[in-house]
C-alpha cells in the first residue's frame, strides 16, 4: 500500500523534475541543427528559478481570477501528466481518469488561461485567447477522436489497459492505428502552441498566439504558466510513448529493478520524442492563422475515420 | 400518499397566484407569492425525491375532474418522479432568486399571478396518466409561459417574440393532440394505461413518433424547430428565463420519453437513427449559432438548444441498444441523458440567474456594452463561472461527468448490428466531441467579456452587487454543480430507478459502494471516473505550489498599467469585444453554417469617418423552412381576402356550392 503511494508519488515528481529538461532538450536539438550553440539543457530550469525571484506586476485592473489561473492551470495540467502512464502502469489512481478525463483537464487549464488572457483588456490578451479558442476547437474534438479509436481497440479508455493491451499479441498492423497516430501528432502539435501551429520562440506579436494569451504575466505567475507548458509537451509526448511505445514500462506490483528499468526506458524515449520534434519543427514552416483550421481538420477527419473504420471492421 | 402531497402542493402553488395578490398591496404580493411558491416546491421535491430513492411501486389517483366521464388521471412512477423532482428544484432556486429579483420588476402584477400557474402546470404535465390532463396541462404551460414571455410587452422585439411562441406553441399541441389521438385507436382509449398495454400497427407507432418530435421536439428546441426559443425565452424576465430554458424544455424531454419509451411500444432501430441525427445537428448548430450571439441572454438561450441536442444523442443511443435488446447499453445511455437533464437545468438555471443579476445591475443585456464586472460582482461573477465551467463540460464539475457517460455510450456501441447506425454514431461522436470543445469556447467568451477586462459603459461602471437572495440562489445551484460533478455516483444510484423502468429491468450496477465514491458504468477494466479524487488531488497540487512558492519566490506584487507589449491604449473600446472573439470561429465555420459574410467599410484618406466592419449571418433554417411557409400563408390570406366583402346571393351560392361537393364527395366514397 505505501509501496503504491511512493510509486504515484514518484511519477508526480517526476513530470515535474523532467519536463523542464525535455523542453531544453528540444531547444538544444533545434539550436543543433541550425548551427548554434543553443543554450545549456538546464536553461529552462534557469528561467524558471529566476521567474521565481522576481517580483509580480499586475496591471492595475487584473481581478482575483487573473491570479489564480495560473495555478489552477498548472495544477490541472501537473494532474494530467500525473494520471499518464510514463515509467509504469496501473499506478494508485490511474483509474480515476481515463483518457478522456485527461483530454477534459486540459480543456480547464485551457478555459481559464483563457479567460485570464481577457482579464486585463488589452488586444493582445483577446487575440491570443479568441485564437487559442478557436485553435482548441478543432484540436480537441481530434484528441477526443483519437481516444474513442484507441478505446475501440482496446475495449477500455483507460490508459493503463490501453498500453497493455498494446503491448500484446492481439494488436496487429492496423490502418486505424496509423490514422490515429498521425491525428494524434498533429493535435499535440497544436496543443503545444509548437511549428507550425504557434512558434514558441517567436515575439513577433501578431504572429502569437498562446504568448500573446499570457502576455500580461510576470514573476512567479509566468513562471507557472511556463511550468505548465513544459509539463504539458511531457504529458503529450508521455502520452504518445505510451501508447504507440508501450515497451519497458513497468506494471503495478513490480520490484525496484522493473521501476528503474521503466525510468530508463522513459527517458530515452522522451529523448526520441525531443529529436523527433525538433528535426520536424526545423523542416516546416510556421502557418497563416486561417491555415489553421485545415491541418487540424485533417486530424480530426483521420481521427473520424480511425473510428468509423473499427465501427465498420468490428463485425467483419 | 406522495401523490397526493405533490397535488395539493401543485394547488397551493395555483393558489398563491390566486389568493395572495388581491389582499396584497402592489408592490409587496412579490415576496409572499414567491415565498409560498418556494415552500410548495421544496415540499414537492422532498416527496418526489422520497419516492424516488425507496424505489416503491407507482402510485395512481383519479380525480374527479376535467371530463365527465373519464376523471383526471394521475401517476407517480419513478420517470414522473424524477422530472418532478428536476421541476421543482428548478422551481426552488427560481423563487429563492426571485424574492430578490421580483422586486426590480417594474409592473409586477404582469408576472406574478402566471409564474405559480407556469410552475403548477409543468408538475401536471409530469404527473398527468391520460392524455386529457397532459394536453391540459401542456396547454396551460404554453400560454402561462406566453404570458410571462408577454411581460415586458412593450419592449422591442417582445411581441414577435411572443407571436412566433404562441404560434410554435399551438402547432405543437396539435401535433401532440394527434399523436394522442393515434394512441387512443378507434375505442378512444385515452388513459396512458390503455395505451400502454394497446399495441399498434407499425406505420401508426411511425406517424406517432414523428408526431410527438415534431409536438415534444419544437417545446424542447430541436433544429429545425427551434426558431422561437433563442426570441422567447430572453425576453421573459429572467428566473422565468431560468425555468423556460432549465425546465420546460426539461418537461418537453419528458414528453418525448413518455411517449416513446413507454406508450408508442416497441421501437424500430431506424427511430434511433432519425433521434440521433436530430440530436448531432442540434448540438452543433445551437452552440455554432451560441457563439454568434452578442445578447447574453440570447446566448444562454441558443446554449439551451445544444444541451437538447446532447441529452438526444443520449436518448437516440437509448433507442438503438432498446432495438437490438443490448439494455446494458440503453442504461448507460439513458442514465447519461437524465443525467444531463439534471444537469442542463441545474447550470442553465444558474446562469440565466447570473444575466439576470448583471440585467438588474447596469439594465443591459448586450455583452458589447459590459465588461470589467467581477470586481463590482464578486459573488456573481465567481457563480457565474462555476455555471460556465460547468456547461463547458470541464471535470471535475457536473456538465462532464454526463458528457462522460454518453461518450461511454458511444463507445460500446460497435455491437450494434445495423449498418446504418454503425456509420452513423462516430459522427454523432465527433459532433459532440465538437459541441463541447465549442461550448467551451463561447462560455470563455460569455464570462470573459461580460465580467472580465475593462468596463465598456458607464452603465458597466455603475454596477453594483445584487441582493442576498438572488446571490444564494446562484449560490445553491453553484455548489449542486460541485456536489454532482464531485459525487456522481449518488445522481447514478437515484436514477437507476427510473433506468429500470425504461429499460424493463436493467440499470447500470450501484455505485455507492465503490471505493473511493468512484463511478463505474460497466466495469473497472473498461472504464472508470473518480471526480472526487480530482477535486482532492487538484486542491491538493495548487495548495502545494502556492504553499510552496509563498516559502521559495518572492512574495512582492506591484501594481502597474497592463503592459500590451508597452502600447497600452486607454480606451475600452480597444479591447476585444463579444464580436472580435467569435471573429475566428465565424470565419472557420461560419461559411457553411450561417453563410456569414464580413465587409469592410473604410473611409476616404483624409476623412474622418470611422471605418466600419459588417458581418452579415443568416439562419439557413429560417431561410428554407419558415420563410416560405410565411411567404404561402400570407399569400393565401391575400387571395382569401376577397371573401370577407361579398354580396349575401354570393354567399348563399358559396354555401350551396359546398354542400353539392362535400355531398357528391361523400357519394364517390360509398
Known amino acids: ?316 | 400518499m406522495v401523490l397526493s402531497v405533490l397535488l395539493r402542493a401543485m394547488a397551493a402553488m395555483a393558489l398563491a397566484g390566486g389568493a395572495i395578490i388581491p389582499v396584497c398591496r402592489r408592490h409587496s404580493a412579490g415576496p409572499w407569492v414567491y415565498g409560498t411558491v418556494l415552500a410548495a416546491c421544496s415540499i414537492a421535491f422532498a416527496a418526489a425525491l422520497a419516492h424516488l430513492s425507496s424505489g416503491a411501486a407507482p402510485l395512481t389517483l383519479t380525480l374527479p375532474l376535467g371530463i365527465p366521464w373519464l376523471g383526471a388521471h394521475f401517476r407517480l412512477d419513478a420517470l414522473s418522479a424524477f422530472f418532478v423532482a428536476v421541476v421543482n428544484l428548478g422551481g426552488a432556486a427560481a423563487s429563492l432568486y426571485a424574492i430578490g429579483y421580483g422586486r426590480h420588476e417594474s409592473e409586477p402584477l404582469r408576472t406574478l399571478p402566471f409564474y405559480p400557474g407556469f410552475l403548477a402546470a409543468m408538475n401536471l404535465v409530469v404527473l398527468a396518466d391520460d392524455a386529457f390532463v397532459f394536453l391540459f396541462a401542456w396547454e396551460l404551460m404554453s400560454l402561462s409561459s406566453w404570458a410571462l414571455v408577454m411581460a415586458h410587452h412593450r419592449a422591442e422585439g417582445t411581441a414577435r417574440a411572443g407571436y412566433i411562441y404562441l404560434v410554435m406553441a399551438g402547432f405543437g399541441t396539435l401535433c401532440l393532440l394527434l399523436a394522442f389521438g393515434l394512441l387512443a385507436g378507434s375505442e378512444g382509449a385515452y388513459t396512458f394505461d390503455a395505451m400502454r398495454h394497446g399495441a399498434l400497427p407499425e406505420s401508426l407507432q411511425t406517424l406517432v413518433l414523428i408526431l410527438v418530435l415534431l409536438g415534444a421536439g419544437s417545446k424542447a428546441g430541436i433544429v429545425p424547430l427551434h426558431v422561437w426559443l433563442p426570441l422567447a425565452h430572453p425576453a421573459a424576465p429572467s428566473h422565468v428565463s431560468a425555468l423556460m430554458s432549465g425546465v420546460m424544455t426539461k418537461v418537453a424531454v419528458y414528453g418525448l420519453i413518455r411517449i416513446v419509451f413507454t406508450l408508442a411500444g416497441p421501437p424500430a432501430w431506424w427511430w434511433a437513427v432519425i433521434v440521433l441525427i436530430i440530436g448531432g445537428a442540434t448540438a452543433v448548430l445551437g452552440v455554432l449559432y451560441a457563439l454568434m450571439q452578442h445578447d447574453l441572454k440570447r446566448l444562454l438561450a441558443y446554449h439551451t438548444v445544444e444541451n437538447i441536442g446532447i441529452i438526444y444523442i443520449g436518448l437516440g443511443l437509448a433507442l438503438a441498444f432498446q432495438t437490438n435488446h443490448l439494455s446494458i447499453g440503453a442504461a448507460l445511455a439513458l442514465t447519461a441523458a437524465l443525467f444531463h437533464v439534471l444537469n442542463h437545468s441545474l447550470f442553465k438555471s444558474l446562469l440565466f440567474f447570473g444575466s439576470g443579476a448583471v440585467l438588474r445591475a447596469t439594465g443591459e443585456r448586450d455583452m458589447e456594452h459590459l465588461g470589467g464586472l467581477i470586481h463590482r460582482m464578486p459573488v456573481t461573477a465567481a457563480t457565474f463561472l462555476i455555471g460556465c465551467a460547468a456547461i463547458s463540460a470541464l471535470p471535475p464539475l457536473n456538465g462532464f461527468v454526463s458528457e462522460w457517460l454518453t461518450f461511454q455510450a458511444i463507445l460500446i456501441s460497435p455491437d450494434l448490428p445495423q449498418w446504418g447506425l454503425k456509420f452513423l454514431v462516430p459522427a454523432i461522436g465527433a459532433a459532440l466531441a465538437l459541441s463541447a470543445a465549442l461550448a467551451a469556447a463561447c462560455f470563455v467568451k460569455a464570462f470573459g467579456i461580460t465580467f472580465l477586462g475593462r468596463p465598456r459603459t458607464p452603465h458597466a461602471v455603475a454596477a453594483t452587487e445584487v441582493d442576498p437572495c438572488s446571490r444564494g440562489a446562484m449560490a445553491f445551484l453553484a455548489v449542486l454543480c460541485i456536489l454532482a460533478g464531485v459525487l456522481p455516483g449518488l445522481v447514478v444510484d437515484a436514477l437507476s430507478g427510473v433506468v429500470r423502468e425504461l429499460t424493463a429491468g436493467s440499470s447500470l450496477p450501484a455505485q455507492s459502494g465503490l471505493p473511493w465514491l468512484s463511478l463505474v458504468p460497466l466495469s473497472t477494466a473498461r472504464s472508470s471516473y473518480n471526480g472526487l479524487i480530482l477535486l482532492v488531488f487538484l486542491t491538493f497540487t495548487s495548495t502545494l505550489i502556492a504553499v510552496s512558492l509563498r516559502r521559495l519566490a518572492s512574495h512582492a506584487v506591484r501594481r502597474a498599467p497592463a503592459w500590451d507589449c508597452g502600447a497600452p491604449d486607454a480606451s475600452p473600446i480597444t479591447q476585444y469585444s463579444a464580436g472580435s472573439f467569435a471573429q475566428p470561429i465565424r470565419r472557420v465555420f461560419g461559411g457553411f453554417a450561417f453563410r456569414a459574410k464580413e465587409r469592410v467599410e473604410m473611409p476616404e484618406p483624409g476623412s474622418m469617418q470611422p471605418a466600419r466592419l459588417h458581418v452579415q449571418l443568416r439562419d439557413h433554417i429560417w431561410d428554407i423552412i419558415f420563410a416560405p411557409i410565411q411567404k404561402a400563408i400570407a399569400f393565401t390570406t391575400e387571395r382569401l381576402n376577397t371573401l370577407q366583402f361579398l354580396t349575401i346571393r354570393s354567399y348563399l351560392a358559396l354555401v350551396f356550392g359546398a354542400l353539392i361537393l362535400l355531398l357528391s364527395g361523400l357519394a364517390l366514397w360509398q
Open chain 1, 1 to 316: 500500500m505505501i509501496a503504491d503511494w511512493l510509486v504515484q508519488g514518484l511519477q508526480m515528481g517526476l513530470v515535474l523534475i523532467v519536463a523542464p529538461l525535455l523542453t531544453g532538450l528540444v531547444r538544444k536539438i533545434k539550436a543543433r541543427l541550425l548551427r548554434r550553440q543553443g543554450p545549456s539543457l538546464l536553461q529552462p530550469y534557469r528561467d524558471l528559478h529566476r521567474l521565481l525571484r522576481k517580483e509580480v506586476v499586475l496591471a492595475d485592473n487584473a481581478s482575483w481570477l487573473f491570479r489564480i489561473a495560473p495555478y489552477v492551470a498548472f495544477a490541472t495540467i501537473w494532474v494530467a501528466a500525473a494520471l499518464v502512464p510514463t515509467f509504469a502502469t496501473g499506478l494508485l489512481f490511474s483509474w480515476s481518469a481515463d483518457m478522456i478525463a485527461i483530454v477534459a483537464l486540459l480543456g480547464t487549464a485551457r478555459f481559464f488561461l483563457a479567460l485570464a488572457g481577457l482579464d486585463v483588456g488589452t488586444s493582445f490578451g483577446g487575440i491570443g485567447s479568441s485564437r487559442e479558442m478557436m485553435i482548441a476547437s478543432v484540436a480537441e474534438p481530434a484528441l477526443l477522436m483519437a481516444a474513442f479509436t484507441l478505446s475501440l481497440l482496446a475495449g477500455t479508455t483507460q490508459l493503463s489497459s490501453i498500453a497493455n493491451f498494446m503491448l500484446s499479441q492481439h494488436v496487429g498492423l492496423r490502418i486505424s492505428l496509423g490514422l490515429v497516430f498521425v491525428a494524434l501528432l498533429i493535435a499535440a502539435l497544436a496543443e503545444n502552441a509548437r511549428i507550425p501551429v504557434d512558434n514558441p520562440a517567436t515575439h513577433l506579436e501578431l504572429t502569437m498566439v498562446h504568448e500573446a494569451m499570457v502576455l500580461e504575466y510576470s514573476g512567479r505567475h509566468l513562471a507557472m504558466i511556463e511550468g505548465a507548458a513544459f509539463v504539458k509537451l511531457l504529458l503529450y509526448a508521455s502520452l504518445i510513448a505510451c501508447v504507440f511505445a508501450p515497451w519497458g514500462m513497468a506494471a503495478a506490483g513490480d520490484g525496484p529493478l522493473a521501476y528503474l528499468a521503466g525510468i530508463a526506458a522513459y527517458l530515452v524515449k522522451l529523448l526520441l520524442a525531443a529529436v523527433v520534434l525538433a528535426v520536424f519543427e526545423t523542416s516546416v514552416a510556421k502557418m497563416r492563422v486561417f491555415r489553421l483550421p485545415e491541418f487540424i481538420g485533417t486530424a480530426l477527419m483521420l481521427g473520424l475515420l480511425a473510428t468509423l473504420l473499427l465501427f465498420v471492421t468490428r463485425s467483419l
